[in-house]
């Protein structure tokens, strides 16, 4: 007798997996969340708003996965993928409603399940993102034996007279950085080449433990200040790194003129260097202990930083905006 459990796929351990992350989920549930996990589809109600505009975003968590597969830790990735989406979207001044995730494997382990989810669960928590669905899917044959990928989707919504594109960035703006917790979630294919011993030691733990460090969630400090005040520009600094990344907020004929003094290199970047990797180039492949950019009126910055530290963040004013063509230059 050939069954769907004979060709490579538990369909128990897929109600095991959902049994051990039910109680999870609902956590991050709000009065907003209309169904329950199980249902075809998720409802959502937006609530009152004037006019409002609806910011999506997706990502997933890269090769930094194989660090956990390899350290068989898999509580905190399911945080960057959530982090990765919730904060693209805040780059627009939306605030997270929910988010769904993917995940993936070649054969499901429920409590290897679990542990992801409990991740996504705290990232959820962070954001104030309800977590209200998602897909796994087995699939023998196309994943090795122990590997998962996981991937996110972010719902968030912002009045539409308070969307932020950078269109709104003057020059004597002053840009605000927000540091990093680590390497976040970009970059690991060229960190993994460098570092392929993840037990030795790093400012007293080992390199593997610190490099899944989970990327930092900037949602609630963020919104903290667009409460009070606008922002005329925010970037989150990911794949591509300084370089690729506040030049996308940047308007034209405009340059975001950056102190590389006042960007606080994080250890985990100066062994990188000292690994071989020029320093202009991990400018432009990492975040550099930078993970978020905000473009201020020079007028709030002050009180934009008193916010921000309020809020749990350790702000530094980094640059300000000049005229010029090239969008970004570090000094």
């Known amino acids: 007798m050939v069954t769907y459990k004979s060709a490579g796929v538990d369909k128990e351990e897929g109600y095991k997996s959902v049994g051990l992350i039910k109680d999870m989920v609902k956590r991050t549930y709000n009065k907003n969340v209309l169904t329950e996990l199980g249902s075809f589809g998720a409802l959502y109600e937006l609530g009152k708003y004037n006019n409002p505009v609806l910011v999506s975003g997706t990502d997933g968590v890269g090769t930094k996965l194989k660090i956990a597969f390899t350290l068989n830790k898999y509580n905190t990735i399911g945080i960057d993928c959530v982090a990765m989406c919730v904060n693209d979207i805040l780059c627009h001044g939306a605030k997270p409603l929910f988010f769904l995730d993917y995940l993936a494997c070649g054969r499901l382990d429920a409590e290897v399940a679990a542990q992801i989810v409990s991740g996504i669960t705290e990232g959820c928590l962070q954001s104030g993102a309800a977590l209200v669905g998602g897909e796994t899917a087995e699939m023998p044959g196309f994943y090795q034996p122990g590997e998962y990928d996981i991937a996110g989707f972010a719902v968030g919504v912002v009045e539409k007279d308070a969307v932020i594109t950078g269109d709104k960035i003057r020059e004597g703006d002053v840009i605000i950085g927000l540091p990093s917790s680590g390497v976040h979630s970009n970059g690991f294919s060229l960190v993994r080449k460098l570092i392929t011993d993840l037990t030795i030691d790093f400012n007293g733990m080992p390199i593997g433990e610190a490099l899944l460090t ?19 520009g925010m970037a989150h600094i990911t794949g591509g790194g300084l370089y690729e990344n506040i030049p996308r907020v940047i308007p034209d004929g405009l340059c975001a003129t950056i102190d590389k003094a006042k960007i606080k290199a994080l250890p985990i970047f100066d062994l990188i260097e000292k690994l071989g990797v020029p320093r202009e180039e991990m400018y432009g492949t990492f975040n550099m202990g930078l993970g978020f950019v905000m473009v201020v009126n020079p007028d709030n910055a002050a009180n934009i930083v008193k916010i921000l530290e309020e809020n749990g963040e350790f702000p530094e004013i980094i640059g300000t905006i000049t005229s010029g063509n090239e969008k970004i230059c570090l000094k």
């Open 214 to 232: 989970p990327t930092k969630i900037y949602v609630k400090p963020v919104l903290a200040v667009l409460e009070k005040f606008a922002v005329n």
